[in-house]
């Protein structure tokens, strides 16, 4: 018996013996790597990330399903952390008290009471928390709680909190967009792994916010916005509106800070519309830039438009003096001169009747008469910034379209260099239709060597002539115009003020309460970006000398920006050939008539409101002489949408 237990135990001891050398080889002297199939279904796979490589691609994790949206220049702005959701099945559990106290401990947040009330149902599946860390994940599985399981999730970041929030959006609790470019692009974040590649640079976009903030804090305004978009090829660089949000507390922002106000506001435009007046009187050749308007006030029933300030210049403008001095009556003179029905057409192919084609579900439709309100004083009005409402995007859009060669822009959240944008490679494919535009100030005369300014696909709105005209009338506004506080030392700025009542909640205008705003352009010799600043409400401060006007807020605003912001999109100020730029932009306020052309001016003035009425009541009086007599050739008086003038008010002597 004894040698038989001896025999089986050293059997055993054998066998023993041969597993631990087996298991030593295997565990410490030569591990063997586990099979795929042995870890996938609870380790994902480690993801390869270069070192060199950027952020977006060190943050493209393998268990995140909806990709990261970056900047132009890869910068993080919203990713996909994972995260894990905790339920259980109450029928599975022996103790919901300890249960609780346990998961208390690990989640502080947690509601117990709740928790035990949910873990006592008489159910098969509750949620008892979502969004927890791997790990809250990790702590809570090793309690071993029978009953306890977890999913798999995942939740938007944004890494930069405030910046571009408005822009950014945000998403639901199941991580489908809800607003901005997370709800617009839902669909290919969710299909796609590629990052969405904007055209946004964060660093510009902090920049406006900071210098906007300044602003809005100095003159106590209750809202502004700010943009800075590429004319040639319409990429928003930038887009502020304040007050703004984190947009990682998407759900607890005030309805007020997700107000978009760069494409959602809707506001007069005020006398930065002056730019389309003037635009649409020389394109279509019913002004020069000699022509005189008159700016004394027009009485209209019970309105009467007029100049805030009118001791700095005469009662017949130039052209150019109409804008430099931004005069109401002279600019409605203008208007009339187009008349209503070319006015609207302008207007409508500029694209101020629709909402701006932009990437953001928040774009709004602008606010203009119907047609059968278009009469004389809708014309004359308009044709200073009143009786519209846009969105500044509008505007910026505009006035990109005066000086990048006349051609109408598409703006656009995208990089336009991306390849992985579909849009992008569709119109890389598509036929070329490029306009290249030499820009010499509009001389030329070709006396300096100037860069070619590339035009994107687009409609053509203006001729190149004209849009060379109007980029030395607005640089004229801020070398000698309303605009000077907006200029930026070797950048060659460009751009037209803005300032219009507000109006208020009940219908009327606010006396005192205005909207400022400047559009601009840099450099005016090779137009390049458009920047925008508006200010709601903003008040008057000693430095202003109790004055609102965009002159004394926007503008100066304006001028922070560019000289901030110019180096990081590459453009540097150039102050070594300052004055021979400044001559070949030169334009005069008081522009000499050509031989043999008539200009318009005192006794020549088409538009003339007071005229007009009376030839609409004579040709009224005499369709009703003619109706009494039974005459079949009665005269109809004008309609709103017939010309309200000849077609050319420029006539030979």
Known sequence: MHIRLLAVAAGFGVLFGAVAVRLSFATIFSPMAPEQRQIAPQVPEIPKIDPKGSLASALSLPQVHRAMIVDRNGQALAVSLPVAQIYANPRELMDPEDVAKKLKSVLPQLDEAETVRRLSMQKQFVYLARNITLQQELAINNFGIPGIYFEAGERRHYPLGIVASQIMGGVDIDDHGIAGVERYFDKRLNSERIPLKLSLDVRVQSVVREELAKAKDEFQAIGACAIVM?????????????????????????????????????????????LQTAAMALQLGVAHPWDRFSSIPIHIGRFTIADMKSDHFTPWLTLTEVMAYSSNPAAAHMALDVGAVRQRDWLRNMG???????????????????????????????????????????????????????????????????????????????????????????????????????????????????SALLRRILRLDVTLGTGKTAESPGYFVGGKTGTAEKIGPHGGYLKHVNIAAFTSIFPMNAPRYAVYVMLDSPKATPATHGWTTAAWNAAPTVSKIITRVGPMLQIFPDTEHTAQIDAQMEIPLRPAVPRGMRALGPGNDPGDPRRLVEEEKAQKKHAAEAAREGGRTAVLPASAEQPLRPSSSVRRG
């Not at 535009?437 to 060597?449: F, S, Y």
């Open 230 to 274: 590429d004319v040639r090829t319409g990429e928003l660089v930038a887009m502020v509106s304040l007050p703004d949000y984190d947009a990682n507390d998407f759900a607890h922002a005030s309805a007020d800070a997700r107000f978009n106000r760069a494409v959602t506001g809707m506001y007069e435009p005020g006398s930065t519309f002056k």
């Open 352 to 466: 101020f009747f629709a909402p701006v084609p932009v990437e953001l579900p928040e774009a709004g439709r602008p606010i203009v008469p119907a047609q059968r309100n278009w009469g004389i004083s809708t014309v004359m009005t308009v044709g200073f910034g009143h009786g519209v409402a846009e969105p500044p995007l509008a505007i910026v859009r505009g006035t990109a379209a005066t000086v990048n060669g006349g051609v109408l822009v598409k703006p656009t959240l995208l990089d336009r260099d991306d390849p992985s944008d579909e849009a992008s490679t569709a119109r890389d494919a598509a036929p070329a239709s490029l306009v290249r535009v030499a820009d010499d100030g509009g001389t030329g005369d070709g006396t300096a060597e100037a860069p070619k300014v590339v035009t994107p696909e687009g409609t053509q709105v203006l001729s190149p002539e004209t």
